[in-house]
């Protein structure tokens, strides 16, 4: 599975027979009688519904036998604009790389001023890319998509939408809108670990004790046998599950429709949304981790009622979108010792702001919205785009990862 | 999920199945217990409930503590050792002719092994292996993330109120080799490959994990610089033996991978220490974790306590409210079960070779 990642770097496209699997850029026509693709055994059942993307779970080109690229196949072109900030080297496979075929870059900009020759080009976009690197990309992207009728597909860089919808978006909620969910997830899961055993194993009290040349024993915790759950159970959550389970801890899920999530088998509850469901997750949890998107019925959902019913000593982990917690509340829970402590990630005003309260309180684990942040995380959320959602767009194949940018995510 | 063959022999509290005490009693345990009275841990043999015949005749720490001659004529024939030294274990063998087992509560036999130990023919000997595995695991992979997410940047930062968005390096993708793959070992393989790890293993006996699951590669002893120059991070979890000890040396180091985190949760003094200071100091080696040292409690001289890039724990990171508790309850439940009826007792360790 691992070995045809290689494949992604090859542009040779030819048609070959089935006898001789042909190693063609974005597929391997071997993968020929799968109807379903998924081979991990604590694979996302969602996968088999063939609409969303995990770096770690999903095979590039994995449903490509439904795909052949040849001159046949192509249905349509991609016209591509990129809205973008200049010089965002993150983007190299789109802006510089090769395309598949069928597939032009028209022209890459940050404002609709930087698109103004296309406008009278007999060559039309129809496909826009945006990237959270442009300034202002909630303004420009209707404007952009206003200017640009012809536009049929939006593609988002990021996870989260929540930095380009708007109520003007919503306007176009007719064009069908992906996202890079499932790029970034595992190393929120390894973040989410980490986070977890800060406090299981109270590494400041380590900190501390080294600093005083204070060599103490003290009794540490488990996860073994701890609660972790998770509030907005999408593919972070479930990264965040599959190493949890690993280590022996029970998973409480929540989400919208708890039903997609009945079968899972990493998950010992699945609670939908609703107040009471959301402090019961609460008070059963030792380790609350909260990876869900923000939108207008997540926003402060996290509030000081939660934070009343949570279990004693329990850690909250924040890892999706500040807004989704009130953080007045979050700061009082830690306070008054409600809370043993909290990891950070996101906050609603970022950077942090030096006023803020958190940098003083002493039980809070901040970073600067960073720990998906490897050197290649948004290079390859571009080759994303580039290897596997350009070529089912062009073959007339269903888009990954779609998005509903009046719900939010 | 068996790992490998070793599990009809070994204990692991994540994966063995509880004995079940239906067979026939045929003997009778008389225990003495060398640890102290008001030690709390040790209440599932002081006050638990024992083997139908079984008795616990006498507890102490010294020699001074046993009643020689009357306990000569109850022929006692288990020693439960969970506080004493080696010489006070020879001479509790000599005085009592009759006994036949040695249970350690620890893992390590390092503290109470010895040449008369190893000589005693007639004295098998078991230990707690198995039983404080996952904690250590766990400690395992939060000391590599604690690298790869640079915390001690994170903290810096705190402090400073700077917010500063810095890369982080993924554990997936990275190699962790582990020296010693006994139960330790394979606990924290059993993580790492959950976090998409590579996990290269070293053992003295390679042969016996053939064929396991969680270990991409299986070295033999004299592969370790192997190990060392592939490794992004080395964790070891030998026992400290004469085999072992120095093993981790100044050679050993220099060929480590650009950016190695070394971890120990052995033994001190498996690795050269002065060596690893070196290589800490100068870059060779990124960072280490270490929850053991050379010397514990670590005196305050030692440059350990004063190096950015490392992790110390004072050897706890074992230490939960109950695993002492929980490796007496090992003793009782399964092992002294297992006595009274003449089964293979779990864990037993080769004496000469210390593990």
């Known amino acids: ?409 | 999920l068996t790992m490998d063959d070793s599990n009809k022999k070994y204990y692991n509290r994540e994966t063995s199945i509880p004995f079940s005490s239906d067979g026939d009693v045929i003997k009778e345990a008389k225990i003495l217990s060398l640890g102290k009275a008001d030690d709390v841990n040790n209440e599932p043999l002081y006050k638990g409930r024992l083997p139908e015949g079984s008795k616990l005749l006498a507890i102490g720490t010294v020699m001074g503590d046993f009643d020689i001659p009357a306990l000569k004529a109850q022929e006692p024939n288990v020693i439960f050792v969970s506080s004493c030294t080696r010489e006070v274990l020879l001479q509790l063998l000599d005085a009592f002719p009759t006994i036949e087992w040695v249970h350690s509560r620890s893992t390590g036999i390092d503290h109470i092994q010895s040449k008369g130990l190893a000589a005693a023919e007639h004295v098998v000997v078991t230990n707690s292996k198995g039983c404080f595995s996952s904690t250590l695991a766990e400690y395992t992979l939060m000391a590599c993330a604690y690298f790869a997410k640079d915390l001690p940047r994170l903290m810096r930062q705190k402090q400073h109120k700077d917010w500063n968005k810095y890369e982080v390096l993924e554990l997936r993708g990275a190699t962790l080799g582990v020296v010693g793959y006994g139960d330790i070992g394979r606990a924290a393989s059993k993580l790492a490959k959950a976090y998409g790890m590579k996990v290269i293993a070293l053992r003295r006996n390679p042969s016996l994990s053939k064929g396991c699951s969680i270990c991409d590669k299986v070295y033999g002893a004299d592969q370790l610089n192997t190990l060392m120059s592939e490794s992004d991070y080395i964790l070891v979890a030998a026992p400290l033996t004469d085999i072992t000890r120095g093993l981790i040396d100044a050679d050993a180091i220099a060929h480590a991978k650009k950016d190695a985190v070394l971890i120990n949760v052995g033994r001190g003094p498996i690795i050269d220490e002065d060596a690893m200071i070196d290589a800490l100091n100068n870059g060779k080696l990124k960072g280490a974790g270490l929850d053991v040292t050379t010397l514990e409690p670590l005196p305050t001289e030692s440059p350990l306590w004063e190096l950015d890039n490392v992790l110390l724990s004072p050897h706890n990171m074992d230490v939960t409210a109950t695993f002492l508790r929980e490796s007496t309850e090992f003793f009782v439940k399964e092992n002294l079960e297992r006595f009274v009826r003449g089964v293979t007792l779990l864990n037993l360790v080769d004496k000469v070779a210390g593990y």
């Not at chain 1, 030819?14 to 063609?24: G, K, L, T």
């Not at chain 1, 001023?113 to 300034?135: I, K, Y």
Request: hydrophobic share 40%; charged share 20%; proline share 6%.
């Open chain 1, 1 to 409: 599975m691992r070995a045809s990642s290689l494949l992604r770097s090859l542009k040779v496209v030819s048609r070959r027979s089935p006898i001789n699997p042909v190693v063609c850029s974005f597929h391997s026509s071997s993968l020929r009688a799968a109807t379903n693709g998924v081979t991990t055994p604590h694979a996302d059942p969602q996968l088999k519904n063939y609409k969303f993307w995990n770096r770690e779970e999903s095979t590039p080109g994995q449903f490509s036998y439904l795909l052949e690229i040849s001159p046949e196949s192509i249905q349509k072109e991609a016209r591509i604009i990129s809205l973008t900030a200049p010089d965002d080297e993150a983007n190299h496979a789109l802006h510089e790389g090769a395309l598949p075929m069928g597939c032009r870059l028209l022209g890459t900009g940050s404002t609709l001023q930087d698109f103004n020759e296309l406008r009278n080009s007999d060559q039309q976009p129809n496909v826009v890319f945006v990237s959270p690197s442009c300034p202002k990309a909630r303004v420009q992207l209707p404007l952009v998509l206003a200017a640009f009728p012809t536009i049929e597909w939006i593609h988002c860089r990021s996870a989260g939408i929540d930095f380009v919808v708007s109520d003007a978006l919503v306007g176009y909620k007719h064009i069908p809108c992906t996202n890079a969910k499932g790029q970034f997830s595992s190393s929120l899961a390894e973040y989410t670990m980490m986070a977890c055993s800060y406090f299981a194993k109270d590494l400041p009290r380590l900190m501390r004790q080294k600093k005083e040349k204070n060599w103490a024993k003290y009794e540490v915790e488990e996860l073994r046998g701890k609660t972790m759950g998770i509030v907005g159970y999408g593919d972070i959550g479930r990264a965040c599950a599959k190493i949890a389970h690993v280590y022996g801890m029970k998973i409480v899920a929540l989400r919208r429709n708890p039903s997609i999530s009945e079968v899972d088998p990493l998950c010992d509850v699945v609670y939908g949304t609703g107040k009471s469901s959301l402090n019961k997750l609460m008070s059963e949890s030792d380790y609350i981790v909260c990876s869900a998107p923000s939108t207008v019925e997540t926003r402060g959902m996290v509030n000081a009622d939660a934070f009343k019913a949570v279990k004693e000593n329990a850690v909250f982990i924040n890892l999706g979108r500040g807004p989704v917690v009130d953080e007045k509340a979050l700061i009082e829970a830690l306070k008054t010792g409600r809370l043993r402590g909290a990891a950070l990630d996101v906050f609603i005003e970022e950077p942090l702001p030096p006023e803020s309260e958190f940098w003083d309180v002493s039980n809070v684990l901040i970073s600067p919205h960073n720990m998906d942040q490897t050197g290649s995380f948004m290079h390859e959320a571009t080759e994303f785009f580039v290897n596997e959602n350009l070529p089912r767009f062009v073959c007339g194949e269903d888009l990954l990862n779609p998005v509903d940018v009046e719900i939010g995510y």
